[in-house]
């Protein structure tokens, strides 16, 4: 991509104490996520409980940072202004390999995307903050996963 | 399976603008609020239940009691009904419930915004303005654009297959002289030919943003007999909840209005093949399809072939949306919902002019809120 999305002047995240982890993580290029200790099920985004089984025994941990593109779309008119130097450019549902799905900005591979893709976690410098971007794997001719 | 009997006898409508300019939301309430009541016969002081949208407006808090003030009424229930576009449909069953647990006899359902220029961003500080907004995606484009990708992937479902449902809407529109876009149709190479706005989503596949006004009464099915006009009677309803933002959405290609109409279905006895009026919720065309495919109309992936089955024109087999849609008369915000609740009435009344569909017996209303997240289902029969 040819224009500095740090440059960008978007909407930054609308942090609390509670979700502070996770962008303080995200800042050191980390992605960290919840997970209940009582039903053993991964939490996105995150909160007080366990929206799985009403737990309050959540710890952070760190995500793997693989994931499967579940969906994608390429954005030529944004929502915010604060986009338009960056159209198009494209977010995606990034389904990750502990379960819960999160949206994130996907930058550009070689091929273009196709759903089901296997993506890895690639932090990226955005309107002035480090956030948790991915990127589709690249892979060996002949050695491609099939999509699920 | 135990159903809220209620029937609708009064609707209003205001024709929807581009703009408005001083007009404040109350204002509008007012006018569209005197429609249906007039519609129905009935004194004012008839009313006694009230069901309005949140945030009208300038009125952030004590919504029901503002609006109940300024149109000169006391209700004995009085509340806020925040399902986003499945607000219209889901105030019917809420009416009809309430009348039946003896809260109110008859009760005013209504909403409408204004559209001035200066109208500031929205506040927000859910989850989605944390989770997804930072990454670039703000607003429904983005999040339909997703739904609707989902389904190309798996199905194999083209563009052209979308592009006929809003092409479908415009011509119904054209024989609506109040639609935004009556006198002006478009075929799905035009839908097709219009801006890519976030892939696969063109322009013409999204509702044109209006302001305007919807407002129904509501009574009990006895109190309905000695009113004035035709009673179109609640035979069944559904609702379902499952997230906010299209991320933590459960299923990408089917959603919570497949099991909001298997109930509604359930409690009238009825099935989605006997409808005379699909009467479908369409801020874009893949919720469209979804819901056909969710109705059990076709298979799941099936939509594209049906439509192309099928006549969705007044004349046609499967009249769908034959006020044109919101796709083709405009989205009055939460109000946009409720066009379908209004225009199965007319039909059902057998009063829809030179749309009316040939037999009109039972009409499926949808409605939906949010990305595929808040589902109410209805259906209606006529006397």
């Given at each position: 991509m040819a224009i500095d999305l740090n440059a960008l002047k978007t909407p930054g995240p609308t942090i609390t104490a509670l979700t502070k982890p996770f962008w303080d993580a995200a800042a050191e290029g980390r992605l960290k996520i919840q997970c209940c200790e009582d039903c053993g099920k991964a939490v996105f985004y995150p909160r007080p409980i366990c929206p799985h089984c009403w737990s309050k025994r959540l710890v952070w941990q760190n995500a793997s940072g693989k994931g499967r593109l579940k969906s994608f779309s390429e954005v030529h008119k944004p929502g915010h202004p604060g986009w338009l130097p960056a159209a198009p450019y494209v977010v995606g549902l990034v389904e990750l390999a502990e379960g819960p799905t999160m949206l994130s900005f996907i930058l550009a591979g070689t091929r273009p995307l196709h759903v089901g893709d296997m993506l890895r976690l690639a932090p990226t410098a955005i309107g002035g903050r480090v956030l948790p971007a991915f990127r589709p794997v690249e892979v060996e001719p002949g050695t491609e996963e099939k999509p699920k | 399976m135990s159903r809220p009997k209620g029937a609708i006898v009064g609707i209003g409508e205001l024709k929807p603008q581009r703009l408005t300019r001083g007009v404040t939301t109350l204002e509008m309430i007012a006018e569209v609020s005197r429609l249906a009541v007039l519609d129905a016969g009935l004194e004012p002081a008839a009313i006694d239940g009230l069901l309005v949208g949140p945030q009208v407006g300038e009125t952030p808090q004590h919504v029901p009691a503002t609006i109940a003030e300024y149109l000169g009424l006391a209700p004995t229930m009085a509340n806020v009904v925040d399902l986003g576009g499945a607000s219209g449909a889901g105030m019917v069953w809420r009416a009809a419930a309430a009348i039946e647990a003896g809260m109110c006899e008859a009760v005013l359902c209504v909403l409408a915004n204004n559209r001035e220029e200066t109208a500031p961003r929205s506040p927000n500080r859910n989850p989605i303005r944390e989770f997804d907004v930072p990454f670039g995606a703000s607003g429904a484009n983005i999040s339909y654009a997703l739904l609707m990708q989902a389904h190309m992937a798996r199905y194999?479902?083209?563009a052209r297959d979308f592009a006929v449902i809003a092409a479908a809407a415009r011509a119904n529109a054209q024989?609506?002289?109040?639609?935004?876009f009556f006198g002006k149709p478009a075929d799905a190479e035009a839908v097709l030919a219009s801006p890519m706005i976030a892939s696969p989503l063109h322009l013409l596949e999204i509702v044109m943003p209006v302001a305007g006004g919807e407002a129904i009464v509501v009574t009990s099915a006895e109190r309905a007999r000695s009113l004035r006009k035709p009673p179109v009677h609640l035979l069944g309803a559904g609702e379902k909840v499952t997230h906010r933002a299209v991320s933590q959405a459960p299923h990408l290609t089917s959603g919570p209005l497949k099991s909001a109409m298997e109930r509604a279905f359930a409690q009238s006895g009825t099935r989605a093949d006997e409808m005379d009026l699909l009467s479908l919720y369409d801020c874009y065309t893949i919720m469209v399809a979804t819901t056909i495919e969710d109705a059990g109309l076709c298979a799941p992936g099936g939509f594209g072939a049906w439509l192309n089955d099928h006549d969705l024109s007044h004349k046609g087999d499967k009249p769908l949306n034959t006020h044109g849609g919101q796709l083709g008369f405009g989205q009055p915000d939460l109000a946009g919902g409720m066009t379908h609740v209004v225009e199965a009435v007319r039909q059902l009344r057998g009063a829809a002019g030179e749309r009316q569909i040939g037999k009109a017996g039972l009409a499926l209303v949808t409605g939906n809120g949010a990305t595929m997240s808040e589902a109410t289902a209805l259906v209606l029969g006529a006397a």
């Open positions: - | 194999g479902s083209i024989l609506n002289p109040d639609a935004i």
